[in-house]
């Protein structure tokens, strides 16, 4: 059975940073993929950054390449996504997600997931 659960949202101020982390779970192999998704008012849903179980190599969205980076400690099943120089337009709640396997052209699309987090909201203003 595999389980997502999330922490770490909050506020913040332009140009802050914060810590986002996604306990993944019940795989019983690194042949998944982890992945960040957000969502603000009104707004599609859209990738953030992905990450491969496998070889820990990472993708991210352009609006936040430079930003956002993506770690894993294995032994305790976390993957976190550190977020900094943040704007005000990264409000939003974002969302961890996990699914067996990886496509790189799919690492992006939520549609691709299977397993969700709760989601946290991180707000970012001045």
């Known amino acids: 059975q595999v389980q997502v659960v999330q922490d770490g949202g909050g506020l913040v101020l332009p140009g802050g940073s914060l810590r986002l982390s996604c306990a993944v779970s019940?795989?019983?192999?690194?042949?998944?993929?982890v992945a960040w998704f957000r969502q603000a008012p009104g707004k599609e849903r859209e990738g953030v950054s992905c990450?491969?179980?496998?070889?820990?190599?990472?993708r991210h969205a352009d609006s936040v390449k430079d930003r956002f980076t993506v770690s894993r400690d294995k032994a305790k099943n976390m993957v976190y996504l550190q977020m900094n120089s943040l704007k005000p337009e990264d409000t939003a709640v974002y969302y961890c997600a996990a699914r067996w396997g990886w496509n790189r052209y799919e690492c992006l699309w939520p549609q691709a997931y299977d397993y969700w987090g709760q989601g946290v909201q991180v707000t970012v203003v001045s």
């Open positions: 990450f491969n179980g496998s070889d820990n190599s990472t």
């Open positions: 019940g795989f019983t192999s690194d042949y998944h993929a």
